[in-house]
């Protein structure tokens, strides 16, 4: 079984920076691929990005490319998302979620999920 909480969301200007963090317990945190994804109302959840637990590489989403970064500690168990350059569209509610070793963009593929933190981006 794997836990996952996320924090570090909340209300920013558009053009601020904002890190996400979702800290894991319960499982051998480095064999984890870690995926970042996000909902905004009305909408269905996408993929943001995702960090493999095989060798660390990252892939992300188009809309994110060069914004967003994503990486690990795998001492304190812990993903982050940084985010720069926010825009008003970023506005959702984000969600990490964890599943083995590898990359997927497919949100059905991951088996653990954490509650999601609130990022509101003011245009």
């Known amino acids: 079984q794997v836990q996952l909480t996320e924090s570090g969301g909340g209300l920013v200007r558009a053009g601020d920076s904002l890190r996400l963090s979702c800290v894991s317990s319960g499982r051998t945190f480095s064999n984890v691929a870690m995926g970042w994804f996000r909902q905004a109302p009305r909408k269905e959840r996408e993929f943001v990005g995702a960090?493999?637990?095989?060798?660390?590489?990252?892939d992300y989403a188009d809309s994110v490319k060069g914004r967003f970064t994503i990486s690990r500690d795998n001492a304190k168990n812990t993903v982050y998302l940084q985010m720069n350059s926010l825009r008003a569209e970023d506005t959702a509610i984000y969600y990490c979620a964890a599943r083995t070793l590898y990359i997927n963009s497919n949100w059905a593929n991951y088996d653990y999920w954490g509650q999601g933190t609130q990022v509101t981006v003011s245009s």
């Open positions: 960090i493999s637990g095989a060798d660390g590489s990252t």
